[in-house]
């Protein structure tokens, strides 16, 4: 079984259409521009799932890192591809899916208010679903109340 984590990348500058063609279709060429980018965000740990949360039906049995992985999936590849920008109504979408569900499956996440603030920190800026920080970054200190690692901003 299979262990997957979600972080969240928040990026500063857009990421030009080509570019986020190669991200979104799990290509590993090499982009200056991605590449840059991504040791420039700021990380944020969002929770993790395994196998038995990708589910056949949709929404059966998923958990809130599931449902923002999904959702950042399908506002970067519909219409055309892009490093979706957080504004207000990004920002209210995710946290509606973020919010924990009846019917999910338990898995590890973060609390709501904290991933909350990590996105209003970064209102404007590009958000894309990562496994893992860069390995180029550094670690930040955390924001008040976050202790643990995985919780932390990075940039």
């Known amino acids: ?40 965000a700021h990380y944020a740990y969002v929770g993790s799932w395994q196998d038995t949360h990708l589910a056949e039906i949709p929404q059966s049995g ?33 946290i509606g899916l973020y919010r924990p569900r009846p019917d999910d499956l338990p898995a590890e996440s973060v609390n709501t208010d ?4 990590f996105l209003t920190a970064h209102l404007g800026w590009c958000l894309l679903p990562e496994e893992a920080p860069s390995p180029t970054t550094a670690t930040s200190p955390a924001p008040q109340g976050q202790s643990d690692r995985r919780a932390g901003w990075l940039s």
């Open 62 to 94: 998923r958990c809130s890192a599931v449902r923002v992985f999904d959702w950042l999936f399908y506002r970067g590849t519909i219409d055309r591809y892009q490093v979706p920008i957080l504004d207000a109504r990004l920002r209210a979408e995710l």
């Open 1 to 40: 079984m299979f262990e997957y984590c979600l972080w969240l990348a928040a990026v500063p500058e857009p990421i030009p259409e080509a570019e986020a063609g190669i991200y979104w279709n799990l290509k590993d060429l090499p982009t200056a521009t991605l590449d840059a980018a991504l040791r420039q």
């Open 114 to 117: 904290e991933f909350a603030m």
